[in-house]
């Protein structure tokens, strides 16, 4: 079988377009640089859903007059300045309305208040305990008694709050050798966790007992050892 290398390297269109598509590269690079300095730092840092579907947007306006000959540069241009317009808009909107703000932003939204989950508010989020306690572990948090609070920002970053060493709870642990040890047998009395809303509570030797919170069966010995920064 024959092929034909002309066309597979380089299309329908002759070795002189490549030269071309290196000026339209260069000027939509030079515009995607201008329309990011206009839109500001947010524009680069922690997007929201908003403004990932503007860069979303963007690059989709940029690839196309890139390397597509059909495509001039000033359509690709225009297609910036009409996001850029409507994406000051669609900001100054926001900034005068709390409504619309949280309709287009979103709202943060607390995931563990006072060591235990908020469980009506973890199910209305699709992030799953093993992300959520990987992201926990990455800052020093080796149980739920450890933090006070933990909010899901609407960058999709989590802030935690810890409490201090001397208040320290005991509480669920979220290391993956010890959440993987659930029981619901209960053979030793002592201190232990509900593994599905982080429940603490003292338990006595038991064939099953139920959470009072969410009504599961599954416990985890709890930990109170303190965070180690």
Not at 7 to 21: V, Y
Not at 30 to 57: D, Y
Not at 182 to 202: A, M, N, P, V
Request: aromatic residues 12%.
């Amino acid at each position: 079988m024959d092929f034909n290398w002309d066309e597979i390297l380089k299309g329908a269109e002759d070795w002189t377009f490549l030269f071309e598509i290196m000026l339209r590269t260069t000027v939509m690079y030079l515009t995607i640089l201008f329309a990011l300095s206009v839109m500001g730092k947010r524009g680069v840092k922690q997007l929201s859903v908003f403004e990932l579907v503007i860069i979303i947007g963007l690059g989709s306006a940029a690839g196309d007059p890139m390397f597509y000959k059909d495509v001039g540069l000033l359509n690709g241009i225009m297609v910036f300045v009409m996001v850029i317009v409507l994406y000051k808009l669609t900001t100054y909107v926001v900034f005068k309305s709390e409504s619309i703000e949280k309709l287009i932003e979103g709202s943060s939204i607390y995931l563990i208040q006072h060591g235990k989950f908020s469980i009506q508010n973890f199910a209305k989020e699709p992030l799953a305990y093993d992300e959520f306690f990987s992201e926990m572990r990455q800052k020093g948090v080796t149980h739920l008694g450890q933090v006070d609070l933990a909010i899901l920002e609407i960058s999709g970053e989590i802030s935690l709050y810890f409490y201090p060493d001397s208040d320290v709870k005991y509480g669920l642990p979220i290391l993956p050798h010890l959440y993987a040890e659930k029981q619901r047998q209960i053979l030793k009395e002592g201190i232990y966790s509900c593994c599905w809303c982080g429940h603490t509570d003292f338990l006595s030797l038991a064939d099953k007992h139920l959470c009072p919170i969410c009504s599961e069966d599954l416990w985890i010995t709890s930990l109170n050892t303190i965070r180690i920064p």
